[in-house]
């Protein structure tokens, strides 16, 4: 079982950044992928970026891209989003999930981001 914890959400104008945190408790975190997603209320869960395993490969959605970043520390059990410019439409309950294969069995409880125009 793996168990994951969001960090950093907060409320920040619009152009500003802020770091998501996401610390897995287990011994097993480099053999997962991760992902970040959002969900706003009365709308569907949405991808965000995704980082593999091996660090190597990252994918983010379009509306994220060139603004955000996506990294990961194995040996600290964390991924990371680094989001920059931020913008109102950013709002959104962020959420980190991890798994093993294609899909996500993984997922956190989840932070609020709030961008103010």
């Known amino acids: 079982q ?3 914890v969001e960090s950093g959400g907060g409320l920040v104008q619009a152009g500003g950044s802020l770091r998501l945190s996401c610390t897995a408790s287990g011994r097993t975190f480099s053999s997962y992928n ?5 969900q706003v209320p009365g709308k569907e869960r949405e991808f965000v970026a995704r980082i593999r395993r091996s660090s ?3 994918y983010y959605a379009d509306s994220v891209k060139g603004r955000f970043t ?3 520390d194995n040996a600290k ?4 989003l680094q989001m ?3 913008k109102p439409e950013d709002t959104a309950v962020y959420y980190c999930a ?17 961008v103010s125009s």
């Open 2 to 4: 793996v168990q994951l």
């Open 34 to 38: 991760m992902g970040w997603f959002r």
């Open 56 to 58: 190597v490969n990252t």
């Open 70 to 72: 996506i990294s990961r």
């Open 77 to 80: 059990n964390t991924v990371y």
């Open 84 to 86: 920059n410019s931020l």
């Open 98 to 114: 991890g798994g093993l294969g294609g899909g996500y069995e993984y997922w956190g409880q989840g932070t609020q981001v709030t």
